[in-house]
């Protein structure tokens, strides 16, 4: 997988990532440690995947990094449903779009 190609995806994951990192934050503080612990690790999941991705030689490994990375999305925004469900923290739109957003463009480097 070449930086180039991926660089926009990479970008996006940071993104997306500083602002679970924020929700992450504002769990901890209100003392709901487990979740933010659980919200983080997948936010933090994605990254890690995305670069394997990126460094990986084999397609093959190519492809099952970017599962993964798709499925830490996927996870990240189940764990903020469930935060909103529980009155954790309010419902953000936005984090919400960027998310399905990432999820959508892990997918489509999966076909490329």
């Given at each position: 997988m070449k930086t180039q190609d991926t660089y926009p995806l990479l970008k996006e994951s940071?993104?997306?990532t500083a602002d679970v990192i924020k929700y992450s934050e504002i769990l901890e503080r209100e003392h709901k440690?487990?979740?933010a612990l659980r919200l983080l690790q997948s936010g933090m999941n994605i990254n890690s995947y995305l670069?394997?991705?990126q460094t990986a030689l084999r397609l093959d490994d190519v492809k099952t990094k970017l599962e993964k990375a798709k499925l830490?999305?996927?996870e990240v925004?189940?764990?903020l449903r469930q935060c909103v469900k529980s009155n954790y923290i309010s419902e953000d739109s936005r984090?919400?779009?960027m998310g399905t957003r990432l999820s959508d463009s892990i997918s489509t480097k999966m076909v490329d």
């Open positions: 940071l993104e997306f440690k487990p979740i670069f394997q991705a830490s999305t996927e925004l189940y764990w984090i919400f779009r």
